[in-house]
T-cell receptor
Framework: GQQVMQIPQYQHVQEGEDFTTYCNSS?????IQWYKQRPGGHPVFLIQLVKSGEVKKQKRLTFQFGEAKKNSSLHITATQTTDVGTYFC?????????FGQGTTLQVKP | GAGVSQSPSNKVTEKGKDVELRCDPI?????LYWYRQSLGQGLEFLIYFQGNSAPDKSGLPSDRFSAERTGGSVSTLTIQRTQQEDSAVYLC?????????????FGQGTRLTVV
């Protein structure tokens, strides 16, 4: 299956600052998904990216898929305390669903 | 059902005992996954079912772990002779198709504590 490196592992920001997490693969991905897990909760699907260079927005969240389909990013503009949690990417795979190591975001009010 | 259901939500067991964790996926979802998540850690893949068959058991940590799925629906994860290092949250997820082609829905998890 596909392996990815997700960075950073942790990020502490002041409320209102921006945040970005990156998911990098050494091989070309067919697609990529992003999930969010709130503290004490279970992962929840955010989005799926399929096309090279694709950019999708959900309110303050912007998701990008690289031109070479080897990397992806999630950018949050003007973080809020409700953004706290761990963000996981899941690289394209036709079989098992595997996840990156996750980026844990802490937001200081 | 409306979502993925896991039971029990919490389980405390004595070291050496066997435990059985249950996952009831969303109706019609052919793919089912089990993960283990230790405190503050990521999602460790355990096993994947497509229908009733398990094409990938590569994540099972040892031969004390086994899983089955019957009728293309309910799945049970069995841990024999539990050890303290088995303590974790066990998450189940299901999706309409395998891999990351479709959205995966997670259950609330079973928190296992081995004392």
């Amino acid at each position: 299956g596909q392996q990815v490196m997700q960075i950073p592992q942790y990020q502490h920001v002041q409320e209102g600052e921006d945040f970005t997490t990156y998911c990098n693969s050494s091989t070309t991905l067919s697609n990529i998904q992003w999930y969010k897990q709130r503290p004490g909760g279970h992962p929840v699907f955010l989005i799926q990216l399929v096309k090279s260079g694709e950019v999708k927005k959900q309110k303050r969240l912007t998701f990008q898929f690289g031109e070479a389909k080897k990397n992806s990013s999630l950018h949050i503009t003007a973080t809020q305390t409700t953004d706290v949690g761990t963000y996981f990417c899941a690289p394209g795979n036709t079989g098992k669903l595997i996840f990156g190591q996750g980026t844990t975001l802490q937001v200081k009010p | 059902g409306a979502g993925v259901s896991q039971s029990p939500s919490n389980k405390v067991t004595e070291k050496g005992k066997d435990v059985e964790l249950r996952c009831d996926p969303i109706s019609g979802h052919t793919a089912l996954y089990w993960y283990r998540q230790s405190l503050g850690q990521g999602l460790e893949f355990l096993i994947y079912f497509q229908g009733n068959s398990a094409p990938d058991k590569s994540g099972l940590p040892s031969d004390r772990f086994s899983a089955e799925r019957t009728g293309g629906s309910v799945s049970t994860l069995t841990i024999q002779r539990t050890q303290q290092e088995d303590s974790a949250v066990y998450l189940c997820a299901s999706s309409r198709a395998g891999g990351s082609r479709t959205e995966a829905f997670f259950g609330q998890g079973t928190r296992l504590t081995v004392v």
